[in-house]
C-alpha cells in the first residue's frame, strides 16, 4: 500500500532480539477494575470515535487532516496527554505522551494513521461514508475500522487504567501519521527529528489491518515492503491514424505487453535476474506458526471467485505470500476505446512486494538495469517504497504481547510471522531499532478501503482490552 522515499537509503535488517524481564502474573484485582472500566470507558466514548469518524480525512485534504488532527488532540488533552501536532508537508502527524516522567523516552510506542482512503464508489455504500451508523453490533463507516476505531482502542485503554489505577505506570507516545494511506513520505523524518522522545521504546506495537480467520485474534511478527514504479513506453511523438499509420508504426500498448510477458513467466516466477536475492527462508518456528494456520488454498480462491492462480506453484502458498516479492501490474494506461488512432504512450502500474533483506532502492536499481538491457525504448519510473520489517518469533517481548491478546480477546491468538501487506513498521524498527509486532483489533470482513467498511463493537472492547493488558504486562501488574 504504500511509500516513504526516505526509506530508500536505509539499508534493511532483521531486528535483534531484545531482553526484557516479564512478570506474567497480573494483580487479579487491579485487572479487575481495568477490566470493568473499559467496558464503560467505550461505551462512554463511542461519541468521540463518532466525531472523529465524520471528519472525511482523506489523504489528500489537508483541511480535512488538520481538522482530524486538531479534534484527536483535544480528545487526549483531555485526558491527560501532552500532545503536538507536527506538520510535515501537509501531513499532521499527531504525537502524544503520558505516564511516569513523559519528558524522557517512552517505553512503549502505539502507532496508527487518522487518514483515510477515499469511498469511491459512493453508490457502493449503504449508508453515507462519513456519517457512523451501528448496525447489527458493527459501527459502518469510513476509517471505522482503518484505522480511527483501531487507534482509539488505545486511547480507551488509557482513559480505563487512569480511572481504574489513578495513573499511567509506564511512559507511552502515541504516534498517529497523517497520510500513511499517501506513503508515510515524512514519517522517518519525523521519527528522526523526535528520536530523543521515542528511542529506547521496548516496543513499537501498530493495531491495524483485518484478521485472517473469524474469531480468532492473531499478533504479526512482520511486514513485506513495496516498491512502485510506472513502466512508461513511446513509440511515436503524437497519437496516429490507425489506418493512416497501422501496420508502420506500433501501439504503445502492444509494445508495452511486449515488455511485460519479458519480466514474468507463465509459470509465476519473476524472470529479472537477481529477483529473487535477499530471500530468507523461514525459520523451523516461522514454518510451525504456519502450519497451525491452516491455509486452505482452494477455499481462499473460491473465497474471492478467482479463475486462477499466481506465483510459484512448486513454492507453498503461505510461503509466497510471507517470504517472496512479488510483481503485480495494478494498472494499465493507453488509448481510447472510442478512437480510431494508435496510442503511442502506455503506461503500467507496477507493484512489487519486498521481503527480509531486499530493498526498494536495490529493486529499483535491478529492474532498471534488466530492463535497458532487454527494452532500452522502456523508461522506468520510482513512484515510492517501504522496506520490509521483520521481528524474530522468539524475541522475548513477543510473550507480553501475546499474553495481553490473549487476555483481551478471551481467545488463543494465531501468531503469524509475517503479513503479505505493507505497513511503515520498518521507519521504528530500522530507525530506533525497537521491535515491531502488529495486532489487528478489527475483524475478518472489516472490508478495509472498500465500501461498508466497519468495525464490531466487541472488536473495539476487545482491542481495548488488549492495549489495557500489555500496558499491565510491561508494568508487571
Known amino acids: 500500500m504504500h511509500d516513504a522515499c526516505s526509506l530508500l537509503t536505509t539499508p534493511t535488517t532483521v531486528i535483534d532480539s531484545v531482553t526484557l524481564d516479564l512478570v506474567s502474573d497480573r494483580e487479579p484485582d487491579a485487572w479487575s477494575r481495568v477490566e470493568a472500566s473499559v467496558e464503560t470507558i467505550v461505551d462512554d466514548g463511542i461519541d468521540e470515535l463518532f466525531q472523529s469518524l465524520r471528519i472525511p480525512s482523506v489523504s489528500d485534504d489537508p483541511a480535512a487532516l488538520r481538522e482530524s488532527a486538531a479534534h484527536i488532540v483535544s480528545v487526549l488533552e483531555r485526558d491527560g496527554w501532552l500532545t503536538e501536532i507536527a506538520v510535515f508537508d501537509?501531513?499532521?502527524?499527531?504525537?502524544?505522551?503520558?505516564?511516569?516522567?513523559?519528558?524522557?523516552?517512552?517505553?512503549?510506542?502505539?502507532?496508527?494513521?487518522?487518514?483515510?482512503?477515499p469511498v469511491d464508489p459512493l453508490s457502493a455504500w449503504s449508508s453515507p461514508p462519513f456519517e457512523p451508523v451501528i448496525r447489527d453490533g458493527r459501527i459502518y463507516c469510513r476509517g471505522a475500522a482503518d484505522n480511527k476505531g483501531q487507534f482509539f482502542c488505545h486511547i480507551f485503554a488509557v482513559r480505563a487504567l487512569r480511572r481504574a489505577l489513578g495513573a499511567?505506570?509506564?511512559?507511552?507516545?502515541?504516534?498517529?501519521?497523517?497520510?500513511?494511506?499517501?506513503g508515510s513520505r515524512e514519517l522517518p523524518a519525523f521519527v528522526e527529528s523526535r528520536r530523543a522522545r521515542l528511542e529506547g521504546a521496548r516496543l513499537c506495537l501498530t493495531a491495524d489491518g483485518p484478521t485472517r480467520q473469524e474469531k480468532r485474534p492473531e499478533v504479526v511478527f512482520g511486514v513485506r515492503g513495496q516498491l512502485r514504479v510506472r513502466l512508461r513506453i513511446r513509440t511515436a511523438a503524437t497519437d496516429l491514424h490507425s489506418g493512416n499509420w497501422g501496420n508502420?508504426?506500433?501501439?504503445?500498448?502492444?509494445?508495452?505487453?511486449?515488455?511485460?510477458?519479458?519480466?514474468?513467466?507463465?509459470?509465476g516466477r519473476v524472470t529479472v535476474p537477481?529477483?529473487?536475492?535477499?530471500?530468507?527462508?523461514?525459520?523451523?518456528?516461522e514454518r510451525r506458526s504456519m502450519r497451525d494456520m491452516a491455509f486452505d488454498l482452494d477455499e481462499a480462491a473460491r473465497s474471492v471467485g478467482a479463475v486462477s492462480l499466481d506465483g510459484p506453484a512448486d513454492a507453498d502458498p503461505l510461503e509466497r505470500l510471507m517470504f517472496m516479492p512479488t510483481f503485480t501490474v495494478t494498472g494499465i494506461q493507453c488509448g481510447h476505446s472510442e478512437k480510431a488512432t494508435i496510442p503511442t504512450e502506455a503506461v503500467a502500474h507496477i507493484d512489487v512486494r519486498l521481503v527480509a533483506a531486499q530493498d526498494p532502492a536495490a529493486m529499483f536499481a535491478l529492474l532498471q538495469a534488466h530492463l535497458t538491457k532487454i527494452a532500452p525504448d522502456a523508461l522506468l519510473e520510482f513512484a515510492g517504497g517501504y522496506s520490509p520489517s521483520r521481528t524474530p518469533m522468539e524475541t522475548p517481548i513477543a510473550t507480553a504481547v501475546i499474553d495481553a491478546v490473549r487476555t483481551g480477546f478471551r481467545a488463543e491468538p494465531l501468531l503469524v510471522p509475517c503479513s503479505g501487506g505493507t505497513l511503515p513498521d520498518s521507519v521504528f524498527a530500522l530507525k530506533l531499532r525497537v521491535p515491531v509486532l502488529d495486532v489487528p483489533y478489527a475483524g475478518r470482513d472489516q472490508r478495509n478501503h472498500a465500501p461498508n467498511e466497519n468495525m464490531r463493537l466487541d472488536h473495539v472492547r476487545a482491542g481495548s482490552r488488549t492495549s489495557a493488558a500489555l500496558i499491565m504486562q510491561l508494568t508487571g501488574r
Open 90 to 117: 501537509n501531513n499532521p502527524i499527531v504525537m502524544a505522551q503520558i505516564g511516569s516522567s513523559v519528558s524522557n523516552s517512552a517505553d512503549l510506542i502505539f502507532y496508527g494513521h487518522h487518514d483515510v482512503q
Open 168 to 182: 499511567v505506570p509506564i511512559r507511552i507516545a502515541l504516534v498517529l501519521d497523517g497520510q500513511e494511506e499517501a
Open 274 to 285: 537477481g529477483f529473487y536475492d535477499g530471500v530468507v527462508a523461514p525459520t523451523q518456528l
Open 248 to 267: 508502420l508504426v506500433p501501439s504503445a500498448g502492444w509494445r508495452l505487453a511486449q515488455v511485460l510477458v519479458q519480466l514474468k513467466g507463465n509459470d
